[in-house]
């Protein structure tokens, strides 16, 4: 119940598909998708492995409640040693393909080794085989989405896949499902791209089931009424999506602006959630069509989108003319503040190609950022690029960088390497705005000084999804604190990332927790599963988890140095805003969380942390 | 008095909460393979429609049964199968013109929309309201309620919000 006992685990090397049961007694410890798939993934990978060998995994891992009628019930995740970082990673997406393999009746897929030629992933419930994709290969997610379903005549299938990025290296390539919702980060698509696995089709029609139907009921129905009622969650999020925040960030002044010069952006309104709805001059019509849920879900922050016909990036060319997924605040701010570009068209369009050839928009628009540094001080030239000229603020640089990266050539390869590869080759590493080699996400840490040690210690490199301290710091939740102290922000993080590692391995979505905590979610996963699931578990569910995962970059080599951040946020001021003046105080926190976790002063987990949480 | 479903697709978001709460209703299980109600992404458009069984006054599927499986529930209007009673010829799904009955493979048995016997569960879990319950006579209510507040006002185009 809530767990299917059943994995299927797919070794690519030998072309075989075969089921097992779940280790029922990690997922005890583990609940699912992140913390149990990343058990897994520790038990099974050596941390030093290259991960684009075939020895390194790419686990495919739903939650208990994934599939079920709680609210945004559809998430899974994809866990394996990240492309990007060499650490561990795990990406969360939502759409339908997570709930439909749950509805096929698996838990998780393990896919290991290599395939000799490209491959893909059919699943119709207890049913796997591993298909031919020569037909496949070389084309976009959205082409391998139109084949996949024509050629199985089945439109309810629902489709996980990579492009052309994944395909050709792209060091942050995405998983993207349902056409446009990514497990995004750290290069999990990379990764599926060197198994030459290049989709997963899955169609399920044996439904979930949960322990006590009618408590369960009883647990949802509360929790939906609190999402319904929460300002966030039931106003601020339907209407906006994550965009909701562009002005409040700028205008706290932590909106990271030309990669991290600046701390606000003068083009900010332009680019907002606002701005979205706002009709355009040149048609009447507002870039946005409609908001879309994922599968279960109450509040629908998703953004459809449609781009201006008369738009340069798609005169001409009305296979761009359709809607699709449109800009949520991460792709924003990365494809807009980031380089300095304001137009609302040519970011939706760099968005959509993100998608259609399947890489991270924050990845990829903080290092088209680093990269028009490296231009602005005359590093690199015309002549790397080919005569396209790497302005802040062009907007034809960014969307023939979106181009070129998408399909690797010319010089998107270089793009294609991620700004600490990018930066490195070209001599000024320090320019790379990135942690553990990942890039930053939307919010300054000298603005918002909890996500500086949220950036500096999370496991999977820069990420705001491990710790999202912003909730605290500019909104208020679940209380206020001041995002320039760094007094208090060491137990803020960890209990943030304790919290958090617990959600993302329960199948729901971390946006619930703009309204819901673990109070709301605790009962709703008791009435779903076997075991006892209370705050406090759920809480050293989220500790275990954390530190299995230190364990593993441990293993993997990152040591203390790793956990900082780069020269220009511990030295280099905020130039404007309330943040004027700051820089962030990692030296200051950075101790006392290690003290808080029970670690030694080296960031080591103690014999005694480790004991306690059953590592 | 009979009510309806009246589904306004532009309320719809697309999270088949609806889906499952008529599986659950019917089945026990979270299943939207089994739901009597389905939405439909038209996503190049950016819409997302539900559609399940209007209840046609005079049912094609009630009038093609060979066996008499298909009843009307007086009290509710529902055309509904009575499962003892279907053989599984199929015969419904091809008179209904609009797809909406439909065979299941697990119980050889068809399925359709019963209005869960007055009290729909997809309408109750709709969040958006796109899906509701009303007055089978007045299903147009709120449409007309919104054109009606503009009749005595300056003039406008479009449609009221």
Same mark, same amino acid.
């Given at each position: 119940m809530g767990w299917h006992n059943k994995v299927l685990r797919v070794n690519l090397t030998a072309g075989t598909c075969t089921p097992e049961p779940l280790n029922a007694e990690w997922a005890q410890q583990y609940l699912g998708q992140r913390g149990l798939a990343t058990k897994y993934l520790v038990e099974e990978v050596d941390p030093k492995v290259d991960p684009l060998a075939p020895e390194n995994k790419i686990i495919f891992a739903t939650g208990p409640l994934t599939g079920t009628a709680a609210s945004t019930g559809g998430r899974y995740s994809v866990i394996t040693k990240g492309a990007l970082t060499g650490a561990i990673a795990c990406s969360n997406s939502g759409g339908y393909f997570g709930a439909e393999l749950k509805m096929a009746g698996w838990d998780m897929i393990i896919c290991e080794g290599r395939a000799a030629n490209p491959v893909y992933l059919f699943i119709e419930n207890d049913s796997a085989e591993l298909l031919p994709a020569d037909g496949l290969w070389g084309k976009s997610v959205w082409e391998a989405d139109e084949i996949i379903h024509r050629t199985h005549q089945d439109p309810l299938i629902r489709i996980s896949a990579i492009g052309r990025a994944g395909e050709t290296g792209v060091m942050y390539a995405a998983v993207v499902?349902? &056409?446009?919702?990514a497990a995004g980060r750290s290069g999990v698509g990379t990764v599926m791209g060197s198994k030459n696995l290049k989709a997963i089709a899955v169609r399920g029609t044996s439904g979930v089931t949960v322990k006590d139907p009618a408590r369960f009921m009883q647990a949802t129905a509360a929790a939906k009424q609190v999402l319904a009622d929460n300002?966030? $969650?039931?106003?601020g999020l339907p209407k906006y999506g994550t965009q909701v925040l562009m002005n409040v960030i700028n205008e706290v002044g932590a909106l990271p602006t030309r990669n991290h010069r600046d701390v606000q952006f003068e083009g900010a309104s332009h680019i907002s959630g606002e701005a979205m709805h706002e009709p355009r001059p040149s048609d009447g019509k507002p870039n946005l069509v409609t908001n879309q849920a994922c599968?279960?879900? $109450?509040?629908?922050c998703g953004r459809i989108s449609r781009i201006d016909q008369k738009h340069y990036t798609v005169v001409n060319r009305p296979e761009y003319w359709s809607a699709s997924g449109g800009l949520e605040y991460e792709a924003a701010w990365a494809l807009g503040a980031a380089t300095g570009v304001d137009d609302l068209e040519a970011l939706t369009y760099a968005n959509f190609l993100c998608n259609e050839q399947g890489f991270d928009p924050i990845s990829f628009g903080a290092t088209v950022g680093a990269a028009m540094e490296l231009y602005d001080m005359g590093v690199i030239t015309d002549a790397e690029t080919g005569g396209l000229q790497l302005r802040f603020g062009s907007a034809e640089a960014l969307t023939t960088l979106a181009e070129l990266t998408g399909h690797g050539e010319g010089f998107g390869r270089e793009i294609g390497l991620g700004s600490k590869r990018l930066c490195e080759k070209y001599g000024?590493?320090? &320019?790379?705005?990135?942690?553990k080699g990942q890039e930053f996400p939307a919010y300054d840490s000298r603005g918002i000084q909890g996500m500086g040690l949220t950036y500096a210690t999370s496991n999977r490199g820069a990420c705001h999804l491990r710790s999202y301290t912003v909730s605290s710091e500019i909104l208020g939740i679940p209380e206020k604190t001041d995002p320039l102290a760094s007094e208090g922000k060491a137990g803020l993080v960890k209990a943030f990332q304790d919290a958090t590692a617990a959600v993302d391995s329960s199948g729901l979505c971390l946006f619930t927790t703009f309204a819901w905590t673990l109070g709301d979610i605790a009962p709703q996963l008791d009435a779903a599963c076997e075991g006892e699931w209370s705050i406090d578990r759920l809480l050293e569910t989220g500790e275990r988890i954390w530190n299995m995962e230190r364990q593993f970059n441990l293993a993997a080599g990152f040591t203390a140095k790793d956990d900082t951040l780069p020269k220009r946020l511990l030295t280099e001021p905020a130039k404007?805003?309330?943040?004027?003046?700051k820089v962030n105080e990692l030296p200051k926190m950075l101790p006392e969380y290690y003290q808080l976790r029970g670690w030694d002063t080296e960031g080591v987990p103690t014999g005694e942390t480790l004991s306690r949480l059953g590592l | 008095m009979l009510r309806s479903l009246h589904i306004e697709p532009r309320k719809c978001t697309g999270c088949l909460q609806c889906e499952m709460a008529c599986s659950y209703e019917n089945e026990g299980m979270f299943n939207p393979a089994r739901s009597r109600i389905k939405v439909f992404n038209f996503h190049e458009e950016g819409r997302m429609v539900p559609y399940t069984c209007?209840?046609? =006054?005079? =049912?094609w599927c009630l009038h093609a049964c060979p066996v008499e499986a298909i009843v009307v529930n007086h009290a509710t209007g529902a055309k509904e199968v009575l499962e003892s009673r279907c053989v599984g010829c199929k015969v419904c799904t091809i008179a209904c013109p609009f797809g909406t009955v439909n065979y299941q493979q697990a119980t050889g048995k068809v399925i359709k929309c019963d209005l869960c016997g007055g009290d729909p569960a997809c309408a109750k879990a709709c969040p958006t309201q796109a899906i509701t319950y009303v007055d089978a006579d007045w299903t147009g209510y709120d449409r007309m309620r919104a054109w009606a507040s503009r009749t005595d006002a300056q003039p406008a185009t479009g449609t009221p919000a």
């Open positions: 499902n349902d &056409l446009h919702r300002a966030v $969650t039931g106003q599968f279960g879900c $109450t509040i629908a000024h590493p320090d &320019l790379s705005m990135s942690v404007t805003g309330p943040a004027k003046g | 209007t209840q046609c =006054a005079e =049912a």
